[in-house]
Nanobody, 112 residues
C-alpha cells in the first residue's frame, strides 16, 4: 500500500515560483519511478515530469527549462520546483507513485 500527500500549491503571479512536495509511504519508494501530473477542468491528467529511481528525469515540452523534479529517497519525498510560472501552468497537480497510486492533488493558480 502506498500513500501520497502533496503540498505546496497556491496562488502566484506569472513569473513567480512555487515548490510542490509529495510525501510518500511504502518500502519500495527508492526503487520506483515517481511523477507529477497536471489536470485542468474537463481534461485528462497530463504528465509534467518524472524521475526514475536512479535519478534520470523527463519533462513535458511545455515545462522544460522552467520546472525541475527531484527526489530524496531517505525522506521518501519528491519535489517539483516550478519557476517562471505562466497562467497556462494553472491546474491541479498530482503526485503519482507505484501501483498506480495517486495523491489528493494540490491546486496551482498562476495569475496574469
Amino acid at each position: 500500500q502506498v500513500q501520497l500527500v502533496e503540498s505546496g500549491g497556491g496562488l502566484v503571479q506569472a513569473g513567480g515560483s512555487l515548490r510542490l512536495s509529495c510525501a510518500a509511504s511504502g518500502s519500495i519508494f527508492s526503487i520506483t519511478t515517481m511523477a507529477w501530473y497536471r489536470q485542468t477542468p474537463g481534461k485528462q491528467r497530463d504528465l509534467v515530469a518524472a524521475i526514475r529511481s536512479a535519478g534520470s528525469t523527463n519533462y513535458a515540452d511545455s515545462v522544460k527549462g522552467r520546472f525541475t523534479i527531484s527526489r530524496d529517497n531517505a525522506k521518501k519525498m519528491v519535489y517539483l520546483q516550478m519557476n517562471s510560472l505562466k497562467p497556462e501552468d494553472t491546474g491541479v497537480y498530482y503526485c503519482k507513485g507505484p501501483y498506480d497510486s495517486w495523491g489528493q492533488g494540490t491546486q496551482v493558480t498562476v495569475s496574469s
